[in-house]
C-alpha cells in the first residue's frame, strides 16, 4: 500500500520541483544542523561535546530499543498531510503500532536529552510518528523506509542504532 502512495508521491514532487531546501549563508558561527541530526540512528547522549555547558548523564530516550523506525514530519506539512500519513502508517501491515510525538512534546524530550544544546529553538525539532514493526526482515523494514521517506509530509526518517537503515533511508 505505501509502496503505491510512495510512488505516486514522488511522482508528484518531480513534477513541483523536488523537495531540496536552499542552503543557509555561511556566518562566523556554526549554526546547529538539526536536519543532519535528525538523520541520524535515535540515540541516547553519555557526554557534552568540549567547550559546552549541560549534562547527559543518566539520560535516556524513551524510544531507544522500543521502536523501529521513527519518522519525523517537516514543519511545512499541513495538519491534513499529517494526519493522512498517520493513516498511513496505521494502515501498513508490517507496522504493528504507531506513536504520536507532537513537536511540544519532542521539544520537551530533546531539551531533557540534550542540555548541551539549549540554543536549539522549539521550531527546529519536528513532530514524529514512532513505528514497532511486526517481526519483519531487514529486507521489508528497509523497503518500508523507503517507501515512508518519499510520503507527503515526511521530512526524514530513520532506525533504531541496534539494527541501523542508514543505506535504505539514504536511497
Known amino acids: 500500500m ?12 518531480a513534477c513541483v520541483g523536488g523537495g531540496g531546501q536552499p ?5 562566523g558561527r556554526q ?11 535515535v540515540a541516547t547522549p ?14 535516556r530516550s524513551p524510544w531507544a530499543g522500543r521502536v523501529d523506525v521513527s519518522v519525523f514530519v517537516s514543519d511545512r506539512a499541513k495538519p491534513a498531510v499529517v494526519r493522512r500519513l498517520g493513516t498511513l502508517l496505521r494502515a501498513e501491515p508490517d507496522v504493528e503500532r504507531v506513536y504520536a510525538e507532537s513537536r511540544a512534546q519532542a521539544y520537551a524530550e530533546y531539551q531533557r536529552l540534550y542540555t548541551c544544546s539549549a540554543a536549539v529553538p522549539a521550531s527546529a525539532v519536528p513532530a ?13 523494514r528497509d523497503a518500508l523506509v523507503r517507501a515512508v521517506k518519499v510520503l507527503p509530509g515526511v521530512a526524514a526518517v530513520s532506525c533504531d542504532p541496534s539494527n541501523p537503515c ?6
Open 2 to 13: 505505501l509502496v503505491a502512495v510512495a510512488a505516486a508521491a514522488l511522482a508528484t514532487s
Open 23 to 27: 542552503s543557509s549563508p555561511q556566518t
Open 31 to 41: 549554526a546547529h544542523d538539526l536536519a543532519a541530526f535528525l538523520r541520524l540512528p
Open 46 to 59: 553519555s557526554a557534552c561535546p568540549a567547550g559546552q555547558h549541560g549534562s547527559a548523564s543518566g539520560r
Open 128 to 140: 514524529s510518528y514512532r513505528l514497532v514493526l511486526a517481526h519483519v526482515t531487514q529486507a521489508r
Open 166 to 171: 542508514l543505506l535504505a533511508a539514504a536511497r
